[in-house]
Every structure is written in structure tokens, then in C-alpha cells.
């Protein structure tokens, strides 16, 4: 690592990518980063902006040392720093944070407080949080009403929280609650105040049938929807299709 930091890290660097080896078994336990390479990253790479780490175990560094000119932080399938929450929760660090990514690395309930006071951010992806609930949910639909992409499939929302983003979340392009079980029809109807919503998944919500594809129909916005393996016919589909040209579908039943 520090003889690649070394000869190829420069002032000009912007983005970083990192993948670390978390899915190869006896390695699982080894720190490949360390606060020592988070600093030697800030000092050679002043103008950095995105980070985005895969893989990885960190929790033997501190968050503080994440550069404090990051727009993008993406930690994802990794074992995150033990004080990345209370790290975020200060509102002086990582002033220039607009997107956020921890899919399918251990998010607990109460670690979304840190995230409330984080007004400013655009993209929130969450996706692989089963532990999250609908309650916490509404807080950042509630709180982070700048959000033009939110991703929270595989979670525990519901169509309360889908009530709270419908009135709360009006700059939303981007929505993926996929593999979301106990979203309804119910839940779908209140999406059609998202007058600027264009990507909408719902892959594996099996509790959503034709009519959630009537009400998808007139979102004149969207442009792309998947709905495969949810309660929807393929005679509705083939009529959305005729009726919306415009807009993408992505169908495939598993039956």
C-alpha cells in the first residue's frame, strides 16, 4: 500500500477506489487501511473528493481521518469504524459531504441519529440494512429532505415509511426499495407526488399487484421501473408498456 501511495498518489487525485478482501476467508481479519494511509491520503491528495471503499475491515482506524474535502464516502460490505457514527454526528467534520453509501455493511437503528443533522446530503443508499425499521426510516425521510436518491431495498421499510417519503422527499429521482416485504399497493399510490422521480425498483415486492401498475402509470416522469418477481401480470405489464413507451420496464417472473 505505501509504495503505491508513494509513486502514484499525486495532488491531481479526485477519486480513490479500494477493495479489500473481506469475502477471501483467512484475511478477513486483516486491516489493509490504517489511520497512517488515511492521513498520508489527505496530505498527498488535498483536492480528493470521493472515497470509495469495498471489502474492507476498519475497524482499526479512526473516521477522523477520512480527508475533510470528501463529497462522496462510500463504505460498503465492510466492517466500518467503530466511531464513523459519532464521528458524522459532529457537524464540523466532513463539511462537504453530499453522498453517502454504507450498503451491506452493519447499520444499526440507532446509528441513523448521527445522519439527521446531515441536511445538505443528495444520495443516502442503505440497501442490505435488514436491521432498520420503518421508524428510523421516516426520520431520514423526515430530517434529509434534500435527498434526490435514496436506496433502502432489503430493509425494513414499510408503507409508512413510503408515506413519509411521499410528502417529505419532493426532489427524489431515484428510489429502489426493492425486496422490501411489506410494502402494499397502499404504500405505491402515495409515490405519485414524486413529481420528479424517474428510476423506481420494486424488484421482490411481492405484496404489489396490477393496481400499484395503474397509479405507476401516470408518473409522467419516470423513465425506468423494475417490478420483476412482485404480484404484478404480465397483462398489466403489456399494457403499460403500449401505454408508456417511454419509460423502461424491467419484468421477469419467476413462475
Not at 462537504?96 to 443528495?122: G, P
Request: proline share 2%; with cysteine.
Amino acid at each position: 500500500m505505501w509504495r503505491i501511495l508513494r509513486a502514484h498518489f499525486s495532488s491531481g487525485l479526485r477519486s480513490l477506489r479500494m477493495r479489500g478482501f473481506l469475502d477471501s476467508g483467512p484475511k478477513r481479519e486483516t486491516n489493509s487501511v490504517s489511520d497512517a494511509v488515511l492521513q498520508d491520503i489527505q496530505d498527498r491528495c488535498p483536492k480528493i473528493q470521493e472515497l470509495d471503499i469495498t471489502l474492507v475491515n476498519l475497524t482499526g482506524i479512526s473516521a477522523c481521518h477520512f480527508p475533510a474535502t470528501l463529497t462522496t464516502l462510500k463504505l460498503t460490505r465492510s466492517l466500518l469504524p467503530l466511531d464513523l457514527f459519532s464521528i458524522l454526528s459532529e457537524k464540523n467534520t466532513l463539511p462537504n459531504l453530499l453522498h453517502l453509501d454504507f450498503s451491506h455493511s452493519k447499520i444499526l437503528e440507532h446509528n441513523l441519529q448521527a445522519l439527521l443533522h446531515r441536511t445538505k446530503l443528495q444520495t443516502l443508499k442503505l440497501n442490505g440494512s435488514y436491521r432498520l425499521s420503518g421508524i428510523g426510516l421516516k426520520a431520514i425521510a423526515e430530517n434529509l429532505t434534500e435527498l434526490m436518491v435514496l436506496e433502502i431495498s432489503q430493509t425494513k421499510c414499510d408503507d409508512l415509511t413510503l408515506h413519509s417519503v411521499s410528502r417529505h422527499l419532493h426532489h427524489l429521482s431515484q428510489l429502489d426499495i426493492s425486496a422490501c416485504g411489506e410494502i402494499s399497493d397502499t404504500g405505491t399510490s402515495m409515490l405519485t407526488s414524486l413529481k420528479q422521480l424517474k428510476r423506481l425498483n420494486l424488484n421482490k415486492c411481492t405484496k404489489v399487484h396490477d393496481s400499484s401498475l395503474v397509479v405507476i402509470q401516470q408518473m409522467k416522469s419516470l423513465t425506468w421501473i423494475d417490478i420483476s418477481e412482485t404480484g404484478i401480470s404480465k397483462a398489466s405489464v403489456q399494457t403499460f408498456r403500449t401505454e408508456r413507451p417511454d419509460c423502461h420496464i424491467k419484468y421477469h417472473c419467476s413462475i
